[in-house]
């Protein structure tokens, strides 16, 4: 077969994902392999569609290979997807399969993402290897990466792949009123001494949709609110995984993100974010908005503060997305205020989250975690302990608020 690995590490051929394919390709050498590193040529995929068709349509069998980047993809993978679905190619005789590392957070929103988009696209579906990202160091990891591959080709040949629910095409969205009354605060007045950010990509909305619901909403808060279009903000690219930030929390880029997002959007008392549904996500600029936030490690800084979010699509037929805006909330340790969406009656369920916005932040409420929040800490807890020599900042900041809760 004619395999071609797309390797969505940033990190090129230094990734440890990949380091996993290097395995499997040396105990499987009868095919022929190919790899695209678009993690780390984004830009060069993006200006020349030629360099990665070719191989795409000659391909048997593509396996994502990748890390687990905050809950889902890194962006440039991201980004990737979203340029193999405008390529026109048909895949319906291909096959298709993936292989994470990761430290299991939330690897299964990862793989539920690419799953669904390669549905979309047609390929036939085999279930993918989300390995540790130390696996490969153990007899045993050695072993699942190998009996992986083998259940891979076994499947091929039996002609076998994954039966998922049919893609559901969206109905039609409303438009919602962007002019409404301000919610009104007990004593009549506005308080502008708190403030909301609403954070948000317009580079998908049609018909200014999602611009009106922002505009909605603001009008309705009684505090100060103010819209950050992160379409304009000029990123040089996406995380690089490099660790740069580890120690003092400065990414390497110097675009300025960093200080925009702590004295911009963390100060908030509580942050909104605004999206399109694009390819069962919030779209690879949010993706990348995401994962430079690593910059702030696994401290959950903005904890106590609600979020909210404003949603443009059919988030009836999204059930991984909707499954990612609560665990993210639940990890944050922020109160879920709600998700108002213009598929049925924008208004009332953007008014709606604008009043229980305004409840949360006068009477701080904050439910305990769930299963989703508790899960994810431990994994922070024990991943932040054994690597508290290299993120130094991550270890100050656990041990200050008790997040060392080992029995
Ligand atoms: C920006 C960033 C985000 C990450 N997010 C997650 C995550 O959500 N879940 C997880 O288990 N690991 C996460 N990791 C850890 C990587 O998945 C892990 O180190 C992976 O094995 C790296 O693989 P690579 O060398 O192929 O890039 C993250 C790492 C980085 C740099």
Not at 328 to 333: E, I, K, L, M
């Amino acid at each position: 077969m004619n395999i071609l690995i797309v390797n969505g590490s940033p990190t090129g051929k230094n990734s440890i994902t990949l380091c996993t394919l290097r395995y499997i390709k040396k105990h499987f050498p009868d095919h022929n392999y190919k790899v695209l590193h678009v993690g780390q040529q984004i830009r060069k995929m993006e200006n020349d569609k030629d360099f990665w068709m070719r191989p795409l349509k000659a391909a048997d069998l593509v396996i994502f290979s990748y890390p687990v980047y905050t809950f889902l993809v890194p962006s440039q993978l991201h980004r990737f997807v979203e340029l193999m679905k405008e390529s026109g190619i048909d895949f319906s005789e291909k096959y298709a399969t993936q292989v994470s590392t990761s430290l299991h957070f939330y690897d299964i929103t990862a793989h539920n993402f690419i799953e669904e988009n390669l549905n979309d696209m047609g390929f036939k579906i085999i279930r993918g290897l989300s390995a540790d990202m130390e696996d490969l160091l153990h007899e045993k990891g050695q072993k699942e990466a190998l009996g992986f591959f083998d259940n891979v080709l076994w499947n091929i040949k039996e002609g076998f792949s994954r039966d998922l629910p049919k893609t559901i095409k969206p109905g039609k969205l409303k438009k919602c009123n962007s002019l409404a009354e301000p919610l009104k605060l007990k004593a009549g007045a506005s308080d502008k001494s708190k403030r909301i950010v609403i954070v948000a990509d317009f580079s998908n909305s049609s018909d200014n949709r999602l611009e009106n619901m922002c505009v909605r909403l603001k009008s309705r808060l009684p505090y100060e609110t103010e819209i950050v279009d992160i379409g304009k903000f000029p990123f040089t690219g996406g995380c690089l995984g490099c660790f740069n930030c580890a120690a003092d929390g400065k990414c390497i880029y110097k675009d300025g993100f960093d200080t925009f997002l702590r004295e911009h959007i963390q100060s908030a008392d509580a942050t909104v974010y605004a999206y399109t549904i694009k390819d069962h996500s919030m779209g690879y600029r949010f993706k990348m908005f995401d994962d430079r936030q690593f910059c702030n490690g696994h401290r959950t800084v903005t904890m106590g503060k609600p979020v909210g979010y404003l949603v443009d699509g059919c988030l009836d037929a999204e059930e991984n997305l909707r499954l990612l805006m609560e665990a993210r909330a639940q990890v944050g340790g922020n109160p879920l205020s709600g998700i108002a969406t213009n598929q049925y009656n924008p208004d009332k369920e953007i008014d709606k989250l604008a009043a229980t916005l305004f409840y949360d932040v006068e009477k701080g409420y904050l439910p305990p975690k769930n299963f989703y929040g508790v899960g994810g800490m431990k994994i922070f807890r024990d991943l932040i302990w054994q690597m508290q020599g290299l993120m130094r900042e991550d270890h100050k900041f656990y041990k200050k608020h008790k997040f060392y809760d080992f029995p």
